[in-house]
């Protein structure tokens, strides 16, 4: 017996920043020039842009988010408004909560 696709497809982003993929991945066998262990990866669900930061632990995810909004709504003048993840631990701290419910990012 085999199982039944989904029919229906998800809802995708009407607007940019309105809903934003992240994923932290590593650590990667050989570290980069300059000790880097990990990546971030931010996508863009409406436009499909990607964004990757090389990180050396992945504890400096929040640092990276922080430079990623401020980069992207800088240039788009638009707010992000959804941040989508794996709920990893990474993006489970108190302190990267409480900056995505200052920022009135939902999670």
Do not use: W
Request: some cysteine; hydrophobic content about 35%.
């Amino acid at each position: 017996m085999t199982k039944r696709s989904f029919r229906t497809k998800g809802t995708r982003a009407t607007k940019c920043l309105r809903l934003i993929h992240t994923d932290v991945c590593g650590p990667m066998s050989i570290q980069a020039r300059g000790g880097y262990e990990y990546f971030i990866t931010f996508t863009d669900d409406y436009s499909r842009f990607g964004y990757m930061y090389l990180i050396r632990h992945k504890s400096d995810a929040f640092d990276m988010l922080k430079a990623f909004k401020a980069e992207v709504e800088n240039q788009l003048e638009k707010h992000i408004k959804i941040l989508r993840s794996d709920r990893g631990g990474e993006y489970l701290s108190g302190e990267f909560q409480q900056y995505l419910i200052d920022n009135g990012i939902i999670s």
